[in-house]
């Protein structure tokens, strides 16, 4: 499966442990990020990530461009909901075309631990029909 990967600045130490502790399942996986968060997931779980631009430079629509082709079957988008952002329509967007695509989508550690494992437990299987 394809999964989308995208921390706040605020999040990304989150995001770097959260790899580090689900990385057996996360390697059987193509994993996708915004530049340094990728980066970040790399160095710090030795994970192989396609990274695109930087979020705010346009990483999260280049994963936004992959959502809408159906090339994306996860989402983890740990947000920092405190800090306003810039570009915080591209964090909408990324929200909305999930929602739009039926793409499971976590924003917080707790949604982002029970989608990992059911993904290891074979229940996210459906996503292959919408391909």
């Given amino acids: ?5 995208v ?3 605020a999040k990304k130490k989150l995001m770097q442990n959260f790899c580090i502790a689900y990385r057996g399942i ?3 996986n193509e994993l996708y990020a915004t ?7 790399e160095e710090a779980a030795n994970l192989s990530v396609h990274k695109y631009l930087a979020g705010h430079l346009g990483g ?17 988008f740990l947000r920092d909901p405190l800090t306003k952002r810039i570009h915080e329509p591209d ?7 999930c929602d739009e695509h039926v793409i499971p989508l976590a924003t917080n550690l707790a949604t982002a631990e029970l989608l990992i494992k059911s993904l290891d437990r074979g229940d996210l299987e459906w996503r292959e029909m919408y391909k």
């Avoid at 530049?35 to 997931?41: E, N």
């Avoid at 999260?60 to 983890?76: F, K, P, S, W, Y």
């Fill in 1 to 5: 499966m394809n999964i989308g990967l």
């Fill in 7 to 9: 921390a706040h600045d």
């Fill in 26 to 28: 996360l390697a059987k």
């Fill in 35 to 41: 530049g340094t968060t990728g980066r970040l997931i």
């Fill in 60 to 76: 999260t629509q280049q994963l936004g461009a992959q959502i809408e082709h159906n090339e994306i079957d996860l989402v983890i």
């Fill in 91 to 97: 964090v909408d967007n990324i929200l909305k075309l």
